[in-house]
Nanobody, 125 residues
């Protein structure tokens, strides 16, 4: 069992930045790809970005390319999502996720083994 704890959400104006963090206290995230998903009210949960266990390969949904950066620290067992140039349409609950072993980086929610409880990101116009 892996517990994932997110932090760093909040309210920001359009054009601003936030950095989300995901920690796994008492667990190791090595050998697992990690991802950030988001879900807005009335919409399905969908992937935002993911990173291979080594950190060498990343995936981003088209709408965040060039604005968001995913990274990980396998020594500290943390994953981060740096979000720049935020837009009102980025407003969602953001979830940290540990993908199942062998899952593709462009993962769907059913490929996730463990979820965090989510952190709210609100971008005002």
């Amino acid at each position: 069992q892996i517990q994932l704890v997110e932090s760093g959400g909040g309210l920001v104006q359009a054009g601003g930045s936030l950095r989300l963090s995901c920690a796994a206290p008492g667990s190791t995230l090595t050998a697992r790809s990690m991802a950030w998903f988001r879900q807005a009210p009335g919409k399905e949960r969908s992937i935002v970005a993911s990173i291979s266990w080594s950190g060498e390969t990343t995936y981003y949904v088209d709408s965040v390319k060039g604005r968001f950066t995913i990274s990980r620290d396998n020594i500290k067992n943390t994953v981060h999502l740096q979000m720049n140039d935020l837009k009102p349409e980025d407003t969602s609950v953001y979830y940290c996720a540990a993908l199942g072993r062998g899952a593709m980086l462009a993962a769907r929610p059913n490929a996730v083994d463990y979820w965090g409880s989510g952190t709210q990101v609100t971008v005002s116009s």
